[in-house]
């Protein structure tokens, strides 16, 4: 194997510093008129991507990343989140509309997927290892899968050799694990993998000159019928704030006289 394609997953989802809010049917949080963004995750997914071209730039014994291409399925407005990708440096950008009204679903995302790779043959998919609105955490896993490709989760850290053996650490209660593997492969980001970096305004401006191509579920022949039923979206109960203490002893008073657990 001599370079990489990189296909990479960037969702738009309600902006992490949004203080979300359920919507009066209870049915989902609220979305309308709410700021949007790339989920975070995505990002980092994106930025690795480039990295991985430039460090190929750097070390000829990399594998050279011919092309990044970036994928959102969702409303029209997921074309700002692609645009970023775009200016984040990506090459092109794939478009799967989907309406508004359609709640997504991880395994119909993950079929999406399925058919935007058989249908541009990356060797290389890089996804967020979950997306802040759900936090399913399911739908690179699900590719995987699908593909019948390996799949490593929840990487902070990723290795490509020229001949395409990948090495990827990821964190685990225990420690730090490393698995190997080879490309063609599904890998899903941590936080850890990198800090992604801001997209200048010449980038931006070029951005909009980039491809980006729409089309439909029903052109990939994909049913994205919803298979599971929401059944209510409700709050959390408010509950009392902390209190400081000044000593072990008042510490353990407290335990045993007023929450009654010692």
């Known amino acids: 194997m001599s370079s990489l394609r990189v296909l990479v997953g960037c969702k738009r989802v309600i902006d992490y510093a949004v203080k979300i809010r359920v919507n009066a049917a209870q049915t989902a949080v609220e979305t309308a008129g709410v700021k949007h963004?790339?989920?975070p995750f995505d990002e980092i997914a994106v930025e690795e991507a480039v990295r991985l071209r430039e460090r190929a730039t750097k070390d000829s014994k990399l594998p050279k990343v011919d092309e990044i291409i970036a994928v959102s399925c969702g409303p029209t407005k997921a074309q700002e989140t692609l645009r970023?990708?775009?200016?984040?440096?990506?090459d092109r950008a794939i478009h799967v509309e989907v309406d508004d009204k359609v709640a997504?679903?991880?395994?119909a995302v993950a079929k999406l997927f399925q058919a935007v790779v058989q249908k541009e043959n990356p060797n290389l998919v890089i996804l967020g290892k979950q997306a802040i609105d759900d936090d399913a955490g399911q739908t690179g896993q699900m590719l995987a899968g699908l593909l019948n490709w390996p799949q490593t989760t929840f990487a902070s850290e990723v290795g490509v050799a020229q001949d395409g053996a990948m090495q990827v650490s990821r964190e685990i209660d225990g420690g730090l694990e490393t698995l190997s593997t080879k490309v063609p492969a599904v890998?899903?980001?941590?936080?850890?993998?990198?800090e992604p970096r801001y997209a200048s305004l010449p980038n931006i401006m070029k951005a909009k000159k980039k491809p980006l191509a729409k089309m439909t579920p029903e052109q990939l022949g994909v049913d994205i019928t919803p298979r599971l039923e929401t059944l209510k979206v409700i709050d959390p109960p408010k509950?009392?704030?902390g209190k400081k203490v000044e000593s072990v002893d008042e510490l353990i008073d407290k335990l045993k006289n007023e929450a009654g657990v010692l």
Do not use: K
């Open 37 to 39: 963004s790339m989920n």
């Open 84 to 90: 970023t990708a775009l200016a984040m440096g990506a």
């Open 104 to 107: 997504l679903q991880p395994l």
């Open 187 to 194: 890998v899903t980001t941590d936080l850890r993998l990198n």
């Open 239 to 241: 509950r009392q704030g």
